[in-house]
């Protein structure tokens, strides 16, 4: 029998979707797909480092005016500025105001996590809202942020496989004031079915009215359309409209900058009054989480947001990646028509981002990665850049096999 101190400490369950990754990298099979883990892949299938990035790591690497001394506690301005101009828009009244402010986290998950725990400790809040279904994080970042009250909204309508719009709302219209609600910027994860501009309206008439926290989480702005500033229409309605709230934005997709972990918060305020106070807290929880952030992704980020140049050929490489899911979308929705699967198939073009959920049961999940090595979540979502011009077909080809073997998709 152990006697280690460690001995009582049971074994945790694995996370799905990197399960899932080592289980395809494990696979043999010649005609082998990975439709689980969420980064962009070329049309050989391949990772891409964006051509601007690139050079912009060489730029910062020959810069002899570069050191590693350790940054400030909230991140450089030169790149929490720019992350929150991008997010807000050059025009933003709460920027010209003086009323919004970025702090460098930890990718989108840290982004997440500090903007938890001030709320939670500075704001007393302790009952949030999310999305059903939403990214599986959520829930654990906020809970583990001491949130002890977790509730869900609907969203997605499995029947008709479109948001919906009348349960969100009615679900929102029992949240407590001040509850917190995590709200999906752009191209939601896992759905890629986003409100449209009026359903938006709607949702910040209930949350404005009922006097609740909006909490932003923006993975994908720019990466969703190609366009940063159509990505970003939710948010800037918001502070718009005088909401004070949270965005947390990351750079793993848009720049894919994944193991980089680049991200801020963005806070945004009705008045200036406070700001100094409440960058003072933000500080004193991060000295106390991981002291302060690296530099290195920032330093890429802020590098080509802040060039001209640099950012026209990043806004490039966005359109180039965008553009690329978009045409995949077309090419199953169309080969899956073509072949006469069950179900109807238009949500995959309707949606947007690197998800589709594409309606699957975790019965025909099974059938197509057991019997023909694709990988995908049990909830049927699907990376949309895990399909390409050599795989399409067979993806397209064993999903009308499983779906006509275990019947339709609902």
Request: hydrophobic residues 40%.
């Amino acid at each position: 029998m152990s006697n280690s101190i460690f001995s009582g400490v049971e074994q945790g369950p694995a996370i799905e979707v990197f399960a899932l990754n080592r289980a395809f990298q494990e696979d043999t099979h010649p005609k082998k797909a990975n439709l689980g883990v969420g980064a962009y892949r070329t049309s050989e299938g391949k990772p891409w480092v964006l051509p601007v990035v690139r050079k912009t790591e060489i730029k910062i690497a020959s810069d002899e005016a570069i050191n590693h001394e350790y940054l400030p506690v909230l991140g450089t301005e030169a790149f929490t500025k720019a992350a929150t101009t991008l997010l807000l828009g050059e025009d933003s009244p709460a920027l010209k105001e003086n009323r919004a402010f970025g702090v460098q986290t930890l990718s989108g998950t840290g982004a997440l996590r500090i903007g938890a725990e001030f709320l939670r400790r500075h704001m007393n809040r302790t009952v949030f809202y999310y999305s059903d279904p939403t990214w599986e994080n959520h829930h654990k970042v906020f809970m583990d942020a001491g949130f002890q009250q977790p509730n869900t909204y609907r969203y997605w309508d499995q029947n008709k496989r479109v948001l919906d719009i009348d349960g969100l709302l009615a679900d929102l219209e029992k949240a407590p004031e001040g509850a917190v609600i995590i709200l999906h910027a752009c191209a939601h994860n896992p759905t890629g079915c986003d409100p449209t501009q009026e359903q938006w309206v709607q949702i910040a008439d209930l949350i404005e009215r009922k006097k609740l926290f909006p909490f932003f989480d923006s993975a994908y702005q720019g990466f969703a359309s190609g366009d940063p500033d159509h990505d970003a229409w939710a948010v800037r309605y918001f502070v718009k409209r005088g909401f004070e709230l949270f965005c947390a934005q990351s750079f793993a997709k848009n720049f894919g900058l994944y193991c980089e972990r680049v991200g801020n918060l963005s806070v945004v305020s009705n008045t200036t009054e406070h700001k100094s106070a409440v960058q003072s807290q933000f500080t004193l929880l991060i000295r106390g989480m991981y002291s302060n952030p690296p530099a290195f992704g920032s330093r890429i980020v802020s590098t080509v947001l802040n060039n001209p140049d640099l950012r026209q050929e990043w806004m490039e490489c966005i359109k180039t990646m965008s553009s690329r899911i978009i045409k995949m979308r077309q090419a199953l929705r169309s080969r899956l028509e073509e072949l006469k699967t069950p179900g109807t198939w238009n949500h995959i073009t309707q949606q947007i981002g690197m998800f589709s959920y594409t309606g699957l049961n975790e019965k025909q999940v099974r059938i197509l990665i057991d019997e023909y090595h694709i990988y995908l979540l049990k909830t049927g979502r699907i990376n949309m850049c895990g399909l390409n011009e050599n795989n399409v077909n067979y993806v397209a080809e064993a999903i009308n096999a499983a779906v006509t073997r275990v019947g339709s998709q609902l």
